[in-house]
């Protein structure tokens, strides 16, 4: 990501806390840097994220970074196929010593929810967490309970073709600000893991890994201030409109983008331009966040599943041909 430098100091603030969330985990995340961009990203613009590789990749690990330099109440959930719903919304239980009912809210109630190996649950568990996302606030017994303004899901799964996992429900999916993919580190990087852990490195132990705090939950809204400042053309309206609404009706692709799709893609583009140092969207904006925004939210033809199409190849056609604004 190329950072520019402009006259708005709101807008270099937040590049700067943009360059020290990034260095913060270069401590412990070596290399994936595009990984590490695009769950800042989501950070930034308030997103609930899904990260999926194979095991072993640090995906638990890059969340609980996170979550490490930024302020608030953290929680972490491990989904297993006996989770059950009331482990995390919670539930309400009798109080012999009132003679009533007590509400035990479960870990959801917090500003970072880590919900590790999301789909080794069935969907019934994984729902819990649906109007969480959507709405903030959980209903316990008909009565809701809001949660903190600041309130992100990051969820890790594993590639659904492995055993024991779960398909996540179509809703849930599109819950999700991004899907980021994190694939094998290259040999350079794993090297550097490798001498990381010489040094003394413990991934159980973040506090002794040198990560300081960067931002507090109340950071947040000031942030997401900054990027509504930001001008976006009606091209790139039209830009985001037309890309969205070609998952819809492309060869391959049974279902495309929901109108939700369109407003993360737009979200997404408006931080991607602060943080190029810029108040204006630019086409280039759209393009780069357009993939991990979009790729979970298509469902694929049963042929193109069967020919090993994946929702990459198709959305990078779209975007070949979707004309371009200038």
């Known amino acids: 990501m190329n950072l520019e430098k402009t006259e708005n100091p709101e807008i270099n603030d937040v590049v700067?806390?943009?360059?020290?969330?990034?260095?913060?985990?270069?401590?412990?995340?070596?290399?994936?840097?595009?990984v590490i961009d695009n769950i800042i990203v989501s950070l930034l613009a308030g997103g609930h994220v899904l990260i999926e590789g194979i095991p072993g990749l640090g995906k638990s690990l890059l969340a609980s970074s996170l979550s490490h330099i930024v302020g608030g109440d953290y929680k972490r959930i491990q989904f297993t196929p006996d989770l059950m719903p009331s482990d995390i919304?919670?539930?309400?239980?009798?109080?012999?010593?009132?003679?009533?009912?007590?509400?035990?809210?479960?870990?959801?109630?917090?500003?970072?929810l880590l919900a590790d190996e999301i789909n080794r649950a069935?969907?019934?568990?994984?729902?819990?967490?649906?109007?969480?996302?959507?709405?903030?606030?959980?209903?316990?017994?008909?009565?809701?309970?809001?949660?903190?303004?600041?309130?992100?899901?990051?969820?890790?799964?594993n590639p659904v073709e492995m055993e024991g996992t779960y398909p996540l429900p179509e809703a849930q999916m599109d819950r999700f600000f991004m899907k980021i993919l994190i694939?094998?580190?290259?040999?350079?990087?794993?090297?550097?893991?490798?001498k990381n852990y010489r040094a003394g490195f413990n991934a159980a132990d973040l506090s002794g890994s040198g990560l300081n705090t960067i931002i507090q939950k109340q950071d947040i809204a000031r942030i997401k201030s900054v990027m509504n400042t930001v001008t976006v053309d009606d091209k790139i309206i039209d830009y985001i409109t037309d890309l969205v609404n070609a998952t819809r009706d492309y060869p391959g692709i049974d279902v495309g983008s929901s109108p939700r799709g369109s407003v993360d893609l737009f979200k997404a583009s408006r931080v991607m331009a602060v943080l190029a140092g810029r108040d204006f969207v630019i086409p280039d904006d759209v393009k780069e966040v357009a993939f991990p925004v979009l790729r979970h939210r298509m469902i694929l033809e049963v042929e193109a599943?069967?020919?090993?199409?994946?929702?990459d190849e198709l959305l990078g056609n779209i975007i070949d041909k979707v004309e371009v604004p200038r």
């Open 122 to 157: 069935p969907a019934k568990t994984q729902s819990a967490l649906l109007q969480a996302m959507q709405e903030k606030c959980v209903t316990l017994d008909g009565t809701d309970y809001p949660l903190e303004d600041f309130f992100i899901c990051i969820a890790t799964q």
């Open 305 to 311: 599943e069967i020919e090993s199409i994946s929702p």
């Open 183 to 194: 694939e094998y580190p290259s040999p350079e990087d794993e090297r550097g893991l490798l």
């Open 16 to 34: 700067n806390i943009y360059n020290s969330l990034k260095k913060e985990l270069a401590k412990v995340i070596i290399g994936q840097e595009a």
């Open 89 to 112: 919304i919670g539930t309400t239980v009798y109080n012999s010593e009132l003679n009533a009912f007590s509400v035990k809210k479960g870990p959801v109630f917090c500003n970072i």
